[in-house]
Protein backbone atom coordinates (compact mmCIF):
# COMPACT_ATOMS: atom_id res chain seq x y z
CA UNK A 1 0.00 0.00 0.00
CA UNK A 2 2.89 2.56 0.66
CA UNK A 3 4.36 1.57 -2.68
CA UNK A 4 0.78 1.87 -4.14
CA UNK A 5 0.25 5.83 -2.77
CA UNK A 6 3.68 6.64 -3.90
CA UNK A 7 2.99 5.72 -7.59
CA UNK A 8 -0.18 7.72 -6.50
CA UNK A 9 1.50 10.52 -6.08
CA UNK A 10 3.91 10.10 -9.41
CA UNK A 11 1.17 9.72 -11.67
CA UNK A 12 -0.87 12.84 -10.54
CA UNK A 13 2.86 14.48 -11.23
CA UNK A 14 2.92 13.10 -14.80
CA UNK A 15 -0.98 14.06 -15.70
CA UNK A 16 0.15 17.62 -14.58
CA UNK A 17 3.66 17.53 -16.71
CA UNK A 18 1.42 16.28 -20.06
CA UNK A 19 -0.96 18.85 -19.31
CA UNK A 20 1.65 21.83 -19.38
CA UNK A 21 3.41 19.91 -22.22
CA UNK A 22 1.00 20.40 -24.54
CA UNK A 23 0.71 23.68 -23.64
CA UNK A 24 3.93 23.68 -25.45
CA UNK A 25 6.19 25.03 -22.60
CA UNK A 26 10.18 23.94 -21.87
CA UNK A 27 10.64 20.86 -19.98
CA UNK A 28 13.04 22.54 -18.10
CA UNK A 29 10.58 25.03 -16.42
CA UNK A 30 7.83 22.66 -16.57
CA UNK A 31 9.69 20.53 -13.67
CA UNK A 32 9.97 23.70 -11.69
CA UNK A 33 6.52 25.01 -12.07
CA UNK A 34 5.61 21.51 -11.46
CA UNK A 35 7.94 21.16 -7.88
CA UNK A 36 6.28 25.00 -7.46
CA UNK A 37 2.79 23.66 -7.94
CA UNK A 38 2.96 20.68 -5.39
CA UNK A 39 4.58 22.01 -3.00
CA UNK A 40 2.00 25.08 -2.66
CA UNK A 41 -0.34 22.42 -2.33
CA UNK A 42 1.12 20.82 0.65
CA UNK A 43 1.93 24.02 2.48
CA UNK A 44 -1.71 24.33 2.73
CA UNK A 45 -2.74 21.36 5.14
CA UNK A 46 -5.95 20.15 5.32
CA UNK A 47 -7.83 23.13 5.63
CA UNK A 48 -6.09 25.76 2.62
CA UNK A 49 -4.83 22.53 0.48
CA UNK A 50 -6.95 23.26 -2.86
CA UNK A 51 -6.60 26.98 -2.24
CA UNK A 52 -2.43 26.89 -2.11
CA UNK A 53 -2.63 24.54 -5.46
CA UNK A 54 -4.93 27.16 -6.58
CA UNK A 55 -2.44 29.79 -6.01
CA UNK A 56 0.32 28.16 -7.63
CA UNK A 57 -1.36 27.29 -10.75
CA UNK A 58 -1.95 30.79 -11.18
CA UNK A 59 1.33 32.20 -11.70
CA UNK A 60 2.84 32.58 -14.88
CA UNK A 61 5.19 31.12 -13.07
CA UNK A 62 7.65 30.57 -16.83
CA UNK A 63 7.57 34.65 -17.54
CA UNK A 64 9.39 34.91 -14.77
CA UNK A 65 12.93 33.41 -15.41
CA UNK A 66 14.12 35.87 -17.56
CA UNK A 67 13.75 39.13 -14.91
CA UNK A 68 16.20 39.99 -12.01
CA UNK A 69 13.21 40.37 -9.26
CA UNK A 70 13.69 40.72 -5.90
CA UNK A 71 12.03 38.80 -3.10
CA UNK A 72 9.66 41.83 -2.06
CA UNK A 73 8.58 41.62 -5.99
CA UNK A 74 7.99 37.76 -5.66
CA UNK A 75 6.13 38.74 -2.42
CA UNK A 76 4.03 41.12 -4.22
CA UNK A 77 3.13 38.84 -6.48
CA UNK A 78 1.86 35.51 -4.12
CA UNK A 79 -0.17 38.00 -1.92
CA UNK A 80 -1.99 40.10 -4.62
CA UNK A 81 -2.82 36.80 -6.63
CA UNK A 82 -3.89 35.44 -3.09
CA UNK A 83 -6.32 38.49 -2.53
CA UNK A 84 -4.47 40.02 0.40
CA UNK A 85 -3.23 43.14 -0.60
CA UNK A 86 -6.93 44.28 -1.87
CA UNK A 87 -7.46 46.34 1.23
CA UNK A 88 -4.09 47.00 2.83
CA UNK A 89 -3.84 49.73 4.38
CA UNK A 90 -1.68 52.27 3.53
CA UNK A 91 -0.30 52.71 7.25
CA UNK A 92 1.19 49.40 7.23
CA UNK A 93 4.42 50.46 4.82
CA UNK A 94 5.55 46.92 3.73
CA UNK A 95 1.52 46.33 2.67
CA UNK A 96 2.04 49.38 0.80
CA UNK A 97 5.16 48.63 -0.94
CA UNK A 98 3.30 44.94 -1.77
CA UNK A 99 0.39 47.08 -3.22
CA UNK A 100 2.73 49.10 -5.26
CA UNK A 101 4.07 46.86 -6.91
CA UNK A 102 1.80 44.64 -7.17
CA UNK A 103 -0.37 47.36 -9.63
CA UNK A 104 2.79 48.36 -11.05
CA UNK A 105 3.95 45.23 -12.76
CA UNK A 106 3.39 41.72 -10.84
CA UNK A 107 -0.25 41.37 -12.15
CA UNK A 108 0.95 40.77 -15.36
CA UNK A 109 2.65 37.41 -14.44
CA UNK A 110 -0.83 36.28 -13.22
CA UNK A 111 -3.92 34.28 -14.77
CA UNK A 112 -5.97 35.24 -12.52
CA UNK A 113 -6.55 35.89 -9.03
CA UNK A 114 -8.37 34.92 -5.55
CA UNK A 115 -10.40 36.70 -2.83
CA UNK A 116 -8.86 36.85 0.17
CA UNK A 117 -12.41 35.23 1.97
CA UNK A 118 -11.20 31.72 0.22
CA UNK A 119 -8.47 31.56 2.77
CA UNK A 120 -9.48 29.98 6.38
CA UNK A 121 -7.95 30.94 9.56
CA UNK A 122 -10.35 29.59 11.83
CA UNK A 123 -8.64 27.26 14.40
CA UNK A 124 -5.48 27.20 13.29
CA UNK A 125 -2.27 28.50 15.48
CA UNK A 126 -0.97 31.18 13.98
CA UNK A 127 1.86 29.67 12.87
CA UNK A 128 0.21 27.94 10.25
CA UNK A 129 -1.93 30.81 9.28
CA UNK A 130 -2.08 31.33 5.21
CA UNK A 131 -0.13 34.35 5.25
CA UNK A 132 2.75 32.55 6.68
CA UNK A 133 2.79 29.70 4.48
CA UNK A 134 2.49 32.49 1.50
CA UNK A 135 5.66 34.28 2.98
CA UNK A 136 7.30 31.09 2.96
CA UNK A 137 6.06 29.95 -0.46
CA UNK A 138 7.64 33.14 -1.63
CA UNK A 139 10.83 32.53 -0.36
CA UNK A 140 10.43 28.56 -2.43
CA UNK A 141 9.70 30.79 -5.26
CA UNK A 142 12.51 33.09 -5.42
CA UNK A 143 14.71 30.12 -5.04
CA UNK A 144 13.40 28.25 -7.48
CA UNK A 145 13.38 30.93 -9.81
CA UNK A 146 16.70 32.07 -9.10
CA UNK A 147 19.08 29.95 -7.03
CA UNK A 148 18.69 26.41 -8.44
CA UNK A 149 16.69 25.22 -6.16
CA UNK A 150 15.26 22.24 -8.21
CA UNK A 151 19.24 21.66 -9.37
CA UNK A 152 20.15 21.60 -5.67
CA UNK A 153 17.30 18.49 -4.87
CA UNK A 154 19.01 16.50 -7.55
CA UNK A 155 22.18 17.22 -6.37
CA UNK A 156 21.31 16.24 -2.99
CA UNK A 157 19.19 13.06 -3.92
CA UNK A 158 22.85 11.73 -5.97
CA UNK A 159 24.91 11.76 -3.17
CA UNK A 160 25.92 8.96 -1.42
CA UNK A 161 25.91 10.73 2.46
CA UNK A 162 23.40 11.93 4.73
CA UNK A 163 20.95 12.34 1.66
CA UNK A 164 17.87 13.36 4.23
CA UNK A 165 19.63 15.93 6.20
CA UNK A 166 20.78 17.67 3.01
CA UNK A 167 17.07 18.06 1.76
CA UNK A 168 15.77 19.01 4.96
CA UNK A 169 18.91 22.03 4.52
CA UNK A 170 17.80 22.81 1.74
CA UNK A 171 14.62 23.87 2.60
CA UNK A 172 15.30 24.99 6.15
CA UNK A 173 17.40 27.59 4.66
CA UNK A 174 14.46 29.31 2.59
CA UNK A 175 14.50 33.35 3.59
CA UNK A 176 11.11 34.84 4.04
CA UNK A 177 11.08 38.73 4.03
CA UNK A 178 11.82 39.98 7.18
CA UNK A 179 8.62 41.23 7.58
CA UNK A 180 7.38 37.56 8.21
CA UNK A 181 9.92 37.03 10.79
CA UNK A 182 7.88 39.09 13.06
CA UNK A 183 4.32 39.42 11.70
CA UNK A 184 1.44 36.35 11.41
CA UNK A 185 -0.59 38.68 9.03
CA UNK A 186 -0.97 42.26 7.75
CA UNK A 187 -2.55 43.43 11.14
CA UNK A 188 -1.42 40.76 13.73
CA UNK A 189 2.60 41.19 15.02
CA UNK A 190 4.22 38.42 16.85
CA UNK A 191 6.35 38.93 19.69
CA UNK A 192 8.18 35.74 19.05
CA UNK A 193 10.53 34.98 15.90
CA UNK A 194 8.33 32.64 13.86
CA UNK A 195 9.98 29.86 12.08
CA UNK A 196 8.16 29.75 8.84
CA UNK A 197 8.08 25.91 8.61
CA UNK A 198 8.74 23.14 10.63
CA UNK A 199 10.47 20.12 10.96
CA UNK A 200 6.87 17.69 10.28
CA UNK A 201 6.03 19.96 6.97
CA UNK A 202 9.30 19.34 5.44
CA UNK A 203 9.69 15.68 6.33
CA UNK A 204 5.98 15.37 4.72
CA UNK A 205 7.05 17.99 2.22
CA UNK A 206 9.96 14.90 1.00
CA UNK A 207 7.85 12.08 1.37
CA UNK A 208 4.51 13.11 -0.93
CA UNK A 209 6.25 15.93 -3.19
CA UNK A 210 9.96 15.85 -4.13
CA UNK A 211 10.53 11.61 -4.02
CA UNK A 212 7.57 11.20 -6.36
CA UNK A 213 8.38 14.22 -8.27
CA UNK A 214 12.37 13.47 -8.94
CA UNK A 215 10.98 9.31 -9.65
CA UNK A 216 8.85 10.92 -12.37
CA UNK A 217 12.11 13.16 -13.83
CA UNK A 218 14.24 10.25 -13.49
CA UNK A 219 11.45 7.96 -15.19
CA UNK A 220 11.15 9.91 -17.81
CA UNK A 221 14.91 10.87 -18.28
CA UNK A 222 15.84 6.92 -18.31
CA UNK A 223 17.67 7.29 -15.04
CA UNK A 224 17.42 3.76 -13.62
CA UNK A 225 19.89 4.58 -10.82
CA UNK A 226 18.12 7.83 -9.80
CA UNK A 227 14.77 5.77 -9.86
CA UNK A 228 16.37 3.11 -7.49
CA UNK A 229 17.77 5.32 -5.34
CA UNK A 230 14.83 6.89 -4.66
CA UNK A 231 12.76 4.29 -3.99
CA UNK A 232 15.39 2.88 -1.40
CA UNK A 233 14.81 6.28 0.28
CA UNK A 234 11.30 6.16 0.60
CA UNK A 235 11.36 3.13 1.77
CA UNK A 236 13.82 3.79 4.57
CA UNK A 237 12.65 7.07 6.12
CA UNK A 238 11.63 6.86 9.44
CA UNK A 239 7.91 8.18 10.04
CA UNK A 240 8.18 11.38 11.30
CA UNK A 241 4.31 12.29 11.06
CA UNK A 242 1.09 11.41 13.16
CA UNK A 243 -1.84 12.27 12.07
CA UNK A 244 -6.06 10.96 12.98
CA UNK A 245 -5.39 8.40 10.18
CA UNK A 246 -2.28 6.70 11.00
CA UNK A 247 -3.29 6.87 15.00
CA UNK A 248 -6.27 5.44 13.75
CA UNK A 249 -4.99 2.25 11.99
CA UNK A 250 -2.61 2.03 14.68
CA UNK A 251 -5.39 1.06 17.37
CA UNK A 252 -6.94 -1.13 14.22
CA UNK A 253 -4.49 -3.03 13.48
CA UNK A 254 -2.52 -3.21 16.83
CA UNK A 255 0.55 -1.79 15.34
CA UNK A 256 2.90 0.37 15.58
CA UNK A 257 4.15 2.65 12.79
CA UNK A 258 7.71 3.08 12.28
CA UNK A 259 8.64 3.96 8.53
CA UNK A 260 7.35 6.66 6.19
CA UNK A 261 6.21 3.84 3.68
CA UNK A 262 4.14 2.30 6.32
CA UNK A 263 2.51 5.48 7.35
CA UNK A 264 2.15 6.08 3.65
CA UNK A 265 0.56 2.96 3.03
CA UNK A 266 -1.94 3.43 6.33
CA UNK A 267 -3.06 6.59 4.49
CA UNK A 268 -3.67 4.64 1.54
CA UNK A 269 -5.47 1.76 2.75
CA UNK A 270 -7.56 4.09 4.81
CA UNK A 271 -8.88 6.61 2.36
CA UNK A 272 -9.03 3.97 -0.61
CA UNK A 273 -10.66 0.71 1.22
CA UNK A 274 -11.80 1.27 4.32
CA UNK A 275 -13.88 4.34 4.51
CA UNK A 276 -15.21 3.03 0.92
CA UNK A 277 -16.11 0.06 2.00
CA UNK A 278 -13.75 -1.93 -0.16
CA UNK A 279 -13.08 -4.74 2.46
CA UNK A 280 -13.76 -7.45 0.21
CA UNK A 281 -11.03 -5.83 -2.31
CA UNK A 282 -8.38 -5.82 0.63
CA UNK A 283 -6.34 -9.18 2.19
CA UNK A 284 -7.03 -7.81 5.53
CA UNK A 285 -10.77 -7.73 5.03
CA UNK A 286 -10.91 -11.11 2.98
CA UNK A 287 -9.43 -12.64 6.39
CA UNK A 288 -11.73 -10.84 8.84
CA UNK A 289 -15.26 -10.27 7.83
CA UNK A 290 -17.21 -13.93 7.25
CA UNK A 291 -18.51 -13.98 3.61
CA UNK A 292 -22.47 -15.60 4.66
CA UNK A 293 -22.88 -12.38 7.60
CA UNK A 294 -23.86 -8.97 6.98
CA UNK A 295 -21.54 -6.68 7.87
CA UNK A 296 -21.30 -2.80 8.89
CA UNK A 297 -17.83 -2.24 7.17
CA UNK A 298 -17.39 1.03 8.35
CA UNK A 299 -17.38 0.39 11.82
CA UNK A 300 -14.14 -0.58 11.90
CA UNK A 301 -12.83 3.22 11.59
CA UNK A 302 -13.39 4.63 15.07
CA UNK A 303 -12.59 8.16 15.66
Known amino acids: MGLKRFHYRSKRIKDRFEILKNSGLNENIIWKKLLMEFIFEALGFSKNKSQFLKLGKLILFENLFNNNFTQIHIDALLFGIAGFLDNASSNNQYAFQLKSHWQSKMNK??????????????????????????AYASGLSYSILYNSFFEKLIISLSENKKIIKNLFSL????????????????DKPSKLTLKPIGAQRVHDIIINVVLP???????????????????????????????????????QFHIKIKKAIESQGAIHLHNFYCVKGKCDFCNIGKNVFVKDKPVDYLRIILY
Open 109 to 134: FSCGKMDSSEWNFFRLRPQNFPTVRI
Open 213 to 251: LIFEYALQNNNEKLCNLILKIYSSMKDESKNEITRTMEN
Open 171 to 186: FKKIEISIYWQKNYSF
